[in-house]
């Protein structure tokens, strides 16, 4: 099973913590040059410097925020006219939590333009160069909300389905010319997204914490959340030579929690 992406270059968004961190990780681990995207500079100066680099593979990063659309838009020119963009991890922070109908107009068009437009954005400035090296992984973080809603993610569970159907419509174009477009649906992981939201049901639903937490894990069959290594795998093996016949699908990793297969 050839799992090497040595001379591989990939971008991955949303990766100074968490899930799009422990993709960095894995992807660099793997011989990938990395290219780290998200806010904060010190954060991703901190997360570039620990990235493998034992076959001297190359990493970067850029800070750049996804609400700045013409902002992604001239730097990801700047990037794809300089080298080939074999991987595209697109990531990016979650919408705020509440009930649907606490949503303002503008919560629902920021998270659209977040994740919706700026995955388009990023996706059709790589695709010539994914064309010519007919090698294209591009790989969605979002949500088992695509499955089934989440509770008081009524922003979230809109907007993931927008960009699931996005990247089933993608990878019907694109399958021919050796590219593929998958999505990863994480479960409860650990990270400081799922400790907010922790926090927001607390205060909600005036409970503790660790109330909120153990009626978390109650209801997901593995007994615990998630670690952001263990959707990373998943993640570093779609963007390997050997997912090359996966396709156009949502893989959710989630212990199991999302109650359909
Ligand atoms: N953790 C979970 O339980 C869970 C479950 C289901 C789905 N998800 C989804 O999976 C994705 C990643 O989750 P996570 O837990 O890793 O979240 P996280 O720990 O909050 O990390 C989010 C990453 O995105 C970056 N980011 C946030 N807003 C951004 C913006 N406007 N522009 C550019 N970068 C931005 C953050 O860095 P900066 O702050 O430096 O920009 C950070 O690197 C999210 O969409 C989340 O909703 C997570």
Redesign the pocket.
Known sequence: MNLSLEGKNAIV??????????IAEELAIMGANCIL????EE??KLAVSQLDISIRQSHNYYS????DVEAVRSLIKKISSQQTIHILIN?????KAGPILDATEDQFLQAFN??LIVNHILTTAVIDGMKKDRYGRIIN?????VKTPLNNLGV?NTIRWSVAAWAKTLANELGQFGITVNNV??????????A??IEANAKRQHASAQEIKETMIAAIPAKR??E?SEIAAVAAFLATPAASYVNGVSIPVDGGRTPSI
């Open positions: 968004c949303g990766s100074s913590q968490g899930i799009g961190y422990a995207f998200a806010r904060n954060n991703l750049i925020d996804f609400n990531n990016s922070g979650g919408p977040q994740h973080i979002i949500s088992t909300s979230s649906l994480p479960g409860a992981t650990a990270t400081e997204r799922n907010a939201l959340f998630g952001a």
